[in-house]
């Protein structure tokens, strides 16, 4: 083995280490779920991202659609639907627990200039979730 060739085969296998260490710690960190429990944190934390803080969506590398003054949520388990399974270029967030989608679906339909009646539950949620394969039934858009 030559010399260039001994030293391109340690930095690809320096690489290697670096890519597993920095993988190994992005499972440590999304393993154990979203720590967020109220709809306010969940919001800032997961959703503004896209969304915006003051949920009008934005338009650039893609389209993220507004959430303030959607008329899509007033139907109460759309958003739901939405978070469980994901919209487009929206991915599911089906890792977050049914009370975390509860408060953020909650928190979502009554700020941001909305205020739809009726609440979700924890429970509205759980039944909501997929039983089998049943999953793209509920795949909204």
């Known amino acids: 083995m030559t010399r260039i060739s001994q030293a391109a085969t340690l930095r ?3 690489g290697g280490i670096a890519l597993t260490a920095a993988m190994t710690g992005a499972v440590a960190q999304f393993g154990a779920g979203y720590h967020e429990q109220t709809g306010q944190e969940l919001y800032s934390h997961i959703c503004q991202g896209c969304h915006m803080a003051d949920a009008k ?3 650039g590398a893609g389209a993220y659609p507004a959430l303030a003054g959607d008329p899509k949520l007033a139907a109460r388990m759309y958003p ?12 599911a967030f089906a ?3 049914d009370a975390q989608i509860a ?6 339909r009554s700020h941001f200039g909305n205020s739809f009646p009726g609440t979700v539950s924890a429970d509205d949620v ?3 979730r997929p039983q089998g394969g ?3 039934a509920l795949r909204p858009g």
Not at 80 to 91: C, E, F, H, S
Not at 103 to 108: A, G, K, L, M, P
């Open 12 to 14: 690809w296998i320096a």
């Open 57 to 59: 969506g934005a338009i």
């Open 80 to 91: 739901v639907v939405v978070i469980l399974r994901g919209q487009k270029a929206m991915p």
């Open 95 to 97: 890792d977050l627990t």
């Open 103 to 108: 408060e953020v679906t909650n928190y979502v």
């Open 126 to 128: 759980k039944a909501m």
């Open 134 to 136: 049943a999953h793209d």
